[in-house]
């Protein structure tokens, strides 16, 4: 009863308001893209038939979620971090075995009553949590190359596994662990060396093998001229340069011949591809035989169409917008996936430029909320979680909204809060109210 009474002791109010009013701004977004002229509103929510009517049943398991979670003991998350962690790993192993495929991605694990849990998702948290575990022990030495080795294997593992299950955007999202992680000290070094590997990756793909070649032969040459003294005194240091420059021109025959040869689907490398206006032609015979299958299917003709409908859409709300129901676009199901991955096009047509503006302004306030409360911690593990929340939010935000307008290829990952899913709002329901439990305890120090 004691535990009752102080549910709302100390819990970011704030926080819990921007939470639910983009809640609701997904519930309107899902409504407006299935409801109908016609339809019984009260009929569909109790029939559970339409998506909307299924949100809400979700947002109601989420606000229980959130309850759960804020009467736990805070020391509850710390002591069972590293179990967590396993378990969520063992969980997406398990959909190898008794996965359901849904979409091409064999990640779900059917739950029954057409519900289904994607083990990728809750994955985040627990991720989260074990770093903040790893990262706040004493003996950690966060200066170290075993400790960042440690650190890396624990936020990519998840994701390795997620791209072993075709889920390439929810893998992507792990990545955001290294900005926490260079919060809490980590050398720029490993920044600047993984934005270089994403300018050579684009640079793999925009110029042909002879200009990437000439490309980076004059930049050898520029650093041999100006370190000319250093290679004279150590031979070494111009033999490195030799291998550095292979290995690099190895990286763009790894790119064109495996990444998108081998690795990717055929839709998919066209998907990348057509981002940076070039066409994709299939390059071995068993690649040759599966292009043309997807062609004859009819699924895979236009690899641009959903990015085509979702610029559409966006750009039909212009400044005030078409109104709530009133969209072409959305009420036309011209947009695929719109209750999903593609929800941005919704408020974009219904409310223009302004209410894309005040949704985006809602996401930004939430975010610098979720620093501020970062900064107050008194605890480390507090600390890296909440940046964890932060930037996990970041990414999932930056990359859909890029994906919605064309500036990423289509890589399937939801807008927080306002997707519709279970297991998405369920994740980032537990996500935030984790944190908003460790805020409320501040005072403590967490390990």
């Known amino acids: 009863m004691e535990k009752q009474a102080t549910i709302g002791k100390g819990v970011d109010t704030v926080t819990v308001l921007l939470y639910y009013a983009l809640v609701l701004v997904g519930f309107i977004a899902i409504f407006s893209v299935e409801f109908r002229m016609g339809d019984s509103f009260v009929q569909s929510l109790l029939e559970l038939k339409k998506n909307y009517s299924k949100q809400v049943l979700f947002i109601g398991i989420s606000s229980l979620v959130a309850v759960f979670v804020l009467l736990t003991d805070s020391k509850f998350f710390t002591a069972i971090a590293n179990l967590l962690y396993m378990g969520g790993i063992l969980l997406m192993l398990l959909t190898f075995v008794i996965g359901k495929d849904i979409s091409g991605s064999k990640s779900w694990i059917a739950l029954g009553g057409g519900f289904n849990l994607q083990p990728a998702e809750l994955c985040k948290v627990f991720t989260a949590l074990a770093l903040a575990k790893y990262l706040s022990r004493p003996e950690t030495e966060f200066k170290t190359l075993r400790s960042h080795l440690i650190a890396f294997a624990l936020t990519l593992g998840p994701a390795v596994l997620s791209i072993a299950q075709k889920e390439t955007g929810l893998a992507l ?41 000439i490309a980076l032969a004059i930049i050898a040459f520029i650093i041999i001229y100006y370190f000319w003294r250093q290679f004279k005194r150590n031979l070494f240091l111009l033999l490195g340069i030799i291998i ?66 979702s610029k559409i859409a966006i750009g039909s709300g212009g400044f005030a917008g078409k109104g709530f129901l009133k969209g072409v676009t959305t009420q036309g199901d011209f947009v695929p996936e719109q209750h999903t991955d593609f929800i941005f096009t919704a408020i974009a047509e219904s409310f223009g430029f302004w209410g894309s503006a005040l949704l985006l302004g809602l996401y930004f306030f939430l975010l610098y909320r979720i620093t501020a409360i970062a900064e107050r911690q008194r605890s480390t593990f507090s600390r890296v979680y909440a940046y964890s929340v932060a930037c996990i939010l970041l990414f999932h935000i930056m990359i859909n909204i890029s994906m919605t307008i064309g500036l990423m290829p289509v890589i399937g990952i939801t807008l927080p809060l306002l997707s519709y899913g279970g297991s998405s709002l369920v994740t980032f329901t537990i996500l935030i109210f984790i944190m908003l439990r460790l805020d409320a305890d501040r005072s403590m120090v967490l390990r």
């Not at 994403?198 to 640079?203: A, K, M, P």
């Open 173 to 213: 999202v792990y990545f955001s662990f290294f900005l926490v992680m260079y919060r809490e000290g980590l050398p720029a070094i490993y920044l600047i060396v993984g934005f270089s590997f994403v300018v050579l990756f684009i640079s793999s793909i925009v110029l042909s093998f002879l200009v990437y070649a």
């Open 244 to 309: 550095i420059y292979i290995a690099l021109l190895g990286f763009h025959w790894f790119v064109n011949y495996v990444v998108f040869d081998k690795i990717l689907k055929p839709y998919q490398t066209a998907r990348v591809l057509n981002m940076f206006g070039k066409t994709y032609i299939p390059k071995s015979p068993e690649r040759i035989a599966q292009f043309e299958k997807e062609q004859a299917s009819g699924k895979k003709k236009d690899y641009t169409y959903n990015v085509k409908q």
